[in-house]
C-alpha cells in the first residue's frame, strides 16, 4: 500500500510539473507573433536586427511546439480518431487511452530521447550557434526535442497509471 501512495506522489508531482512546463510555454505564442510581425519593420525600415528577431522567434517557437502537443493531450484537444470512439463507454475509451499510452506513445517518446540524444547533447555542448548568423542559441532548438520527447512520455505515464477518479476530474 505504502508503494501504491508512493507511485501516486510520484505522479501528482509529474503531473504538477507539466502543468508548469505547459502555463509556461502558453504564454511563448505571444513574444514569437511580436517577434514574427517586427521582422518586416526591422529589414525595411531600421534595416537591422531582422535576423535576430527570426532566431530569437524560432527558439520560442520550437519550444512553444514541444510542450503543444503535451498541453493538446492534457486537454483533450488533440486530433483524434473519434470516427467510432464516440461511440464507446468512457471507461472503455479510457482503457484504449491507457493502452496506447503504454504501446505507443512512450516507446515512442524514448525512442527519440534516444535517437536524439547524441546530437542533443553536442550541440549544448558546443553551444551551437545559428548556422546563417553565427547567433547564440540554435542549441536550444535541438534541445526542443528532448523537451518535447520528455513532455510526452511523462504525459503517457499519466495516462496510463493514473487513478481512475484523478482522470476524470
Known amino acids: 500500500m505504502r508503494a501504491f501512495r508512493g507511485a501516486t506522489a510520484l505522479l501528482a508531482r509529474i503531473d504538477r510539473g507539466l502543468a508548469a512546463v505547459v502555463g509556461g510555454a502558453s504564454v511563448l505564442v505571444l513574444p514569437v507573433s511580436l517577434l514574427l510581425f517586427l521582422q518586416w519593420p526591422l529589414r525595411e525600415w ?10 530569437v522567434a524560432q527558439v520560442l517557437f520550437a519550444l512553444y511546439v514541444a510542450v503543444a502537443v503535451t498541453a493538446a493531450t492534457r486537454r483533450g484537444v488533440h486530433l483524434t480518431a473519434d470516427a467510432f470512439a ?4 468512457a471507461a472503455l475509451r479510457r482503457r484504449l487511452a491507457q493502452a496506447a499510452a503504454l504501446a505507443i506513445e512512450l516507446p515512442f517518446a524514448l525512442f527519440v530521447l534516444w535517437a536524439a540524444r547524441p546530437i542533443v547533447v553536442q550541440s549544448a555542448r558546443e553551444l551551437e550557434a545559428f548556422p546563417e548568423t553565427f547567433n547564440p542559441g540554435y542549441f536550444l ?29
Open 46 to 55: 531600421i534595416q537591422a536586427y531582422s535576423r535576430e528577431a527570426n532566431d
Open 86 to 89: 464516440h461511440r464507446y463507454s
Open 141 to 169: 532548438l535541438k534541445a526542443a526535442v528532448g523537451l518535447l520527447a520528455l513532455a510526452v512520455a511523462f504525459q503517457a505515464l499519466l495516462t496510463a497509471f493514473r487513478p481512475e477518479d484523478e482522470a476524470a476530474g
